[in-house]
């Protein structure tokens, strides 16, 4: 069993930076493949970044579009987004997911663990 804690949302003004980070309990977090979702009010929850096993990044197109950057540091058992220039559309809890794969997928069911999510508003 892993337990995820999500960290870093907030409040932040448009064109604003902010970094997510999620922790993983256990020590086997290098084993899995992991994943940023968002889920804005009144819209399904959507697949933003995933990495695999050794690091490789994936990211969705239609979501942020070269403005995050997915990381993770196995020996700190942590798993970050790095948002820059970021929209009003952005608003929306964020969360991170791991699966038991060495290759993320922009699947929400395919995950096998969940962090609590942590809300993200873009406001002036």
């Known amino acids: 069993h892993v337990q995820l804690v999500v960290s870093g949302g907030g409040l932040v003004q448009p064109g604003g930076p902010l970094r997510l980070s999620c922790v993983a309990s256990?020590?086997?977090?290098?084993?899995?493949?992991c994943a940023w979702f968002r889920q804005a009010p009144g819209k399904e929850r959507e697949f933003v970044a995933g990495i695999s096993r050794s690091g490789g990044a994936t990211y969705n197109e239609d979501s942020m579009t070269g403005r995050c950057t997915i990381s993770r540091d196995n020996a700190k058992n942590t798993l970050y987004l790095q948002m820059d220039s970021l929209k009003p559309e952005d608003t929306a809890v964020y969360y991170c997911a791991v699966k038991r794969y060495s290759v993320p997928t922009s699947a929400a069911s395919e995950y096998d663990y969940w962090g609590q999510g942590t809300q993200v508003t873009v406001s002036s």
């Open positions: 256990g020590r086997t977090f290098s084993s899995y493949s």
